[in-house]
């Protein structure tokens, strides 16, 4: 994302502006029920900029001139995130984030749906690359990932069905050692997979049996959030709460 003074100009279009000017045009073009599914994913998405905005803007390293604008307008008279900033405030990291994760914990009703919230995004990007609201080296990187991610969201929400109904089935037992956190995948085989623990030391930790529906649709770099527990040399799944297309690192 690009963080300069001149995405805060008094004369640039800022994101809301931006995104209703999406979504007019793709309305003259659309029947009312794919339209519905356009206004919807952009309702999603303003409203994840507008709750994580900032943080991503802080993580990023906050200019202080950004800084001084989001106090004096959101801080002293509630305009929010999306009213503030303008498209360069875009980019690869919140498209990222918001189909990576955030469209899955709040917005995933279904296969259906996840697929419509893939497909507008990709619209998305390639319509401000069009429209000059996000500049060539930003637009490659970024519409290479949404093709990744418009692909692997229905996978990560029927992969995630899967681990759940697996787990129940697992087999109980004492455990000699039990985790309980978020991994990303490392490797896979055939029923089997290789988890890194999002805070643990860094070391692999498998196999984590599985079954061979799961071991084939799942993908290097995908986050799962599990309780596992080890019996012998192997690992067996006693919960599952998520998948997602997004690794932690």
């Not at 309305?27 to 994580?52: C, H, I, V, W």
């Not at 996000?134 to 995630?160: F, G, I, Q």
Request: one cysteine or more; proline letters at 3%.
């Amino acid at each position: 994302m690009t963080c300069k003074s001149e995405n805060s100009s008094e004369s640039e279009p800022k994101i809301k502006q931006i995104l209703e000017e999406f979504l007019a045009e793709q309305k003259q073009n659309l029947k009312p029920q794919s339209y519905s599914g356009y206004e919807t994913a952009m309702r999603y998405f303003e409203r994840f900029l507008d709750f994580y905005g900032m943080e991503r803007l802080e993580e990023e390293g906050l200019t202080e001139e950004d800084r001084e604008l989001f106090e004096e307008l959101y801080e002293e008279g509630g305009t929010e995130y999306c009213e503030i900033f303008g498209p360069g405030h875009i980019g690869f990291r919140e498209i990222e984030s918001f189909l990576g994760e955030y469209v899955i914990l709040n917005a995933a009703t279904s296969k259906n749906f996840l697929k419509v919230v893939g497909r507008v995004m990709h619209k998305l990007v390639q319509w401000m690359h069009e429209k000059g609201y996000m500049a060539d080296e930003v637009y490659e990187k970024t519409n290479e990932r949404v093709n990744e991610l418009k692909a692997d969201l229905p996978a990560t929400m029927e992969v995630s069905k899967l681990m759940s109904e697996y787990a129940t089935k697992s087999p109980r037992g004492k455990y000699t050692e039990e985790l309980n956190s978020r991994f990303t995948i490392k490797k896979i085989e055939p029923g089997k997979l290789w988890l890194e623990d999002f805070l643990g030391s860094g070391e692999l930790i498998g196999p984590v049996f599985v079954s061979g529906e799961i071991s084939s649709m799942s993908r290097v770099g995908w986050t799962v959030v599990l309780r596992i527990g080890k019996q012998g040399d192997v690992w067996r799944i006693s919960g599952s709460t998520g998948v997602y297309p997004l690794s932690e690192y």
